[in-house]
Structures are given as C-alpha cells and as structure tokens.
C-alpha cells in the first residue's frame, strides 16, 4: 500500500475514533484498514493506538505522528491542487506534415497563442512519422491509418485521394472514364522514379494502374502548379486540391473508383495527467479541425 495511503488511514482512524467507523468514510472494508494500521505500526516499530473492546485513542507516538501526518497530507493537496489548476504556460512542440501544417494547423497555433499569452510554440512541419518520444513532441497531427504505437489518438476527420487534371488539359487529352484509361495520359508524380502504380478502388476490390510522366517532382505545392498549369494527371490528398476544385482550376476524375478516406488523428504520448498546455491544445485544436470544410467532406466522401 502507498505510505501516503496508510497515512490518510491513520489520520482518519484518530480523527474517528473507530476503525469501523474510519473504513466507512474512507470506503475501505475494515479489514483492509486494520492491516494498513498494523502495516504502519510494523514498519515504525511503534504502537500507535491503544485498543480496547470498547474503544481506541493514540498513544504518544500516535498522537505526534497524527499532527505532523496532518500537515503533510494537507501540503501534499495543496500541491496537487496546485499542479490541476496550473496555468496554461510553457514550450509547447507540435508537429504536422508540411503542407497541411501550414495551411490549416499554423492558423490554430498562431490563434491558440493569442489566447494563451504564457505559452510559446515550436511548429515542426515535415512529412514523416516523427517519434513523440525521441523527437520530444508534445502533440502531433498524422494523416493515415495509425499503427499499434501505444500513443493516444484523437480522431478530427477524414481526407479522400483524389485523381485531378486541369480542364485545359482534359481538353487536349479527353477524360478518362476507368482507371485501365489513365495508362494513356500523362502524369505528374511526386517521386522521382519515371513509373508508378496507382490503387483505385477499396482494399477488397482495388486495381494498380501502372503510370508514367515526363515531370516529376518531390514537393506537392510545384506539382499542384503543375497539374494545374496542364501538364497532366495529378493524385493528391482532397485537402490539398480543394481551393482548385472549387475554383474551377482543377476537376476531379474517376470518382467511382477513388480508395476510402483516410483518417486524420491528433497523437499524444499519454491518456491521463497530461500537462495543462497539452490538454488546452488538444481541445482548441481538435474542435477547429474538426470544424474545417476539407475534414467534413471525407466523412461525405
């Protein structure tokens, strides 16, 4: 039992003058109190209380050791206490991919310090999975299915991926209508190797398209300039193309045949007892996201 416990039950033994009476207000059977009683006794080499049948008050010992728990116990809830209603403050770190980072999380960030005068943000855009741990981050946005990582997952809303082209270039090109059609167009692909396969479809009925471009580009912000300048097929997060489409600059092609949405999660390293700024920032964060038009619409798909 933890000694702060057996404290809490000594005090209260004293403080009722009965261990029947002491196990009912703590909610403790009375057995269970008189072993943690016995167990402090042991360990101090000192009786505590005199029993009798009739009743029990400390000894000497008991009655020293009943102020100086008294105190102690009092100092060790004001110091939780404390710590509960600690203010908002301190060096928040939070990571996001870099594109829907600066788009829609470095808004929340810059709102949330505005509330938040004693907190200070490191924002850390990049397109990996970084570690909570080893990278010391406090909060993280991921986009995508989540491994069995032990991190605790908020969920905020769901992106499609869609296939777009320009109309300038379904102009010259034609629409395809199946993915077998794309093989015949060109596209603009975000690594560096000359082909790739496309997915279309769900998990149980999906089909790779093989697919090849003469541009290709590892930055999804110049290979959106370029889908929409009209060099070609372009694949990308429905986020990242949704200013385009309701633009009229870009149009969404092979609808039918788009894979289900994937999720978007706000991922911390622990369920309870996070620190005050963590639990502000999860709140403030995960109701804007969830609010955002582009994290509704693949719930909708």
């Known amino acids: 039992m933890d000694r702060l416990d057996e404290l809490a039950i000594f005090v209260r033994i004293v403080e009722e003058g009965s261990l029947a009476r002491a196990a009912s207000r703590l909610r403790r059977s009375p057995p269970a109190v008189t072993r943690a009683l016995a167990s402090l006794e042991g360990r101090l080499g000192v009786r505590l209380i005199d029993r ?21 116990l009092g100092d060790y809830e004001a110091a939780t206490l404390g710590v509960r209603e600690a203010p908002v403050r301190g060096l928040l770190r939070i990571a996001a991919p870099v594109q829907f980072g600066r788009r829609h999380v470095a808004p929340i960030v810059v709102a949330f310090l505005d509330v938040h005068p004693d907190v200070e943000i490191e924002l850390m855009l990049n397109d990996r999975n970084v ?30 991926r869609l296939w777009v082209a320009s109309p300038a270039y379904l102009g010259r090109h034609g629409t395809p209508q199946t993915p077998k059609d794309v093989v015949d167009h060109e596209a603009v692909l975000g690594t560096f190797r000359r082909a790739q396969a496309w997915t279309f479809g769900s998990s149980r009925r999906s089909r790779g398209v093989r697919v090849a471009g003469r541009f290709r580009v590892d930055d999804v912000e110049t290979r959106l300039q370029a889908v929409v300048a009209g060099r070609g097929i372009g ?57 955002l038009p582009v994290l509704k619409a693949g719930r909708r798909g």
């Not at 995508?144 to 499609?160: E, F, H, I, N, R």
């Not at 045949?257 to 403030?284: D, S």
């Open 52 to 72: 009798t049948t009739r009743r029990l008050a400390p000894t000497e010992a008991g009655r020293l050791l009943h102020e100086r728990a008294r105190v102690l």
């Open 131 to 160: 570690d909570l741990i080893d990278d010391s981050i406090d909060v993280a946005v991921r986009i995508g299915a989540l491994a069995d990582s032990g991190l605790t997952a908020q969920p905020v809303g769901m992106l499609k």
């Open 235 to 291: 694949h990308f997060l429905s986020y990242q193309v949704a200013n385009e489409l309701a633009a009229g600059r870009l149009v969404r092609l092979l609808r039918a045949f788009e894979p289900p949405a994937i999720p978007v999660h706000l991922l911390t390293k622990g369920r309870t007892n996070r620190a005050p700024k963590i639990e502000a920032f999860l709140g403030f964060a995960a109701k804007r996201l969830q609010a």
